[in-house]
């Protein structure tokens, strides 16, 4: 069922996500996400001189490689546009998540609260778990389901 006729309104903001995601020849897995937000009216900015209606108020690209162990193997990002200068001081930290495993509570905890402390969910969850599902076999799937099940109750695995 379709939403709704919605209420007269404005159009002010919106934020796009796109995550990509990609087998790799090594074997690898690359995620590659761009975040971008934009506003329907211009407005004064001091790091930028002003923003123009439809510009990018963010733009941010990250790729994350991970192996078949959801293992994280190199990760970068890359700030395109932004309102405030130092917003992308972040980037080099994304180094940083190298080693860190994507674990059953999603992506949004391993990496964004790794780096932010901040836990709002992202599209790179919904990337990464479309992008290895339909590589893997339903018997690796179920394997890797159980022993994550094992990992979670602390016990050991067979």
Same mark, same amino acid.
């Given at each position: 069922?379709p939403l709704?006729?919605? #209420?007269?309104?404005?159009? +002010?903001?919106?934020? *796009?996500?796109? !995550?990509?995601? $990609?087998?790799?020849?090594?074997?690898?897995?690359?995620?590659? =996400?761009?975040?971008e937000?934009?506003?329907?009216?211009?407005?004064?900015?001091h790091?930028?001189?002003? +923003?123009?209606? =439809?510009?990018? +108020?963010?733009?941010?690209?990250?790729?994350?490689?991970?192996?078949?162990?959801?293992?994280?193997? #190199?990760?970068?990002?890359?700030?395109?546009?932004?309102?405030?200068? /130092? !917003?992308?001081? +972040?980037?080099?930290?994304?180094a940083?998540?190298?080693?860190?495993?994507?674990?059953?509570?999603? /992506?949004?905890?391993?990496?964004?609260?790794?780096?932010?402390?901040?836990?709002?969910? @992202?599209?790179f969850?919904?990337? /990464? =778990?479309?992008?290895?599902?339909d $590589?893997?076999?339903?018997?690796?799937? &179920?394997?890797?389901? &159980?022993?994550? *099940?094992l990992?979670?109750? @602390?016990?050991?695995?067979?």
């Amino acid at each position: 069922m379709p939403l709704s006729r919605p #209420a007269p309104r404005e159009h +002010i903001h919106s934020r *796009e996500i796109r !995550c990509r995601g $990609f087998r790799r020849a090594d074997g690898m897995w690359d995620v590659e =996400g761009v975040l971008e937000d934009t506003k329907t009216y211009s407005f004064a900015n001091h790091d930028r001189d002003g +923003i123009v209606s =439809g510009e990018p +108020i963010h733009r941010m690209h990250v790729r994350l490689t991970v192996d078949d162990a959801l293992v994280v193997q #190199a990760a970068e990002a890359f700030t395109e546009a932004a309102p405030f200068s /130092l !917003c992308g001081d +972040i980037a080099p930290a994304f180094a940083g998540l190298v080693g860190l495993r994507v674990g059953p509570v999603g /992506l949004h905890t391993t990496v964004w609260t790794h780096l932010t402390g901040d836990e709002t969910e @992202g599209g790179f969850t919904v990337g /990464l =778990g479309y992008s290895l599902r339909d $590589f893997k076999s339903p018997g690796d799937v &179920a394997k890797e389901r &159980a022993e994550e *099940e094992l990992r979670s109750r @602390g016990l050991p695995l067979p």
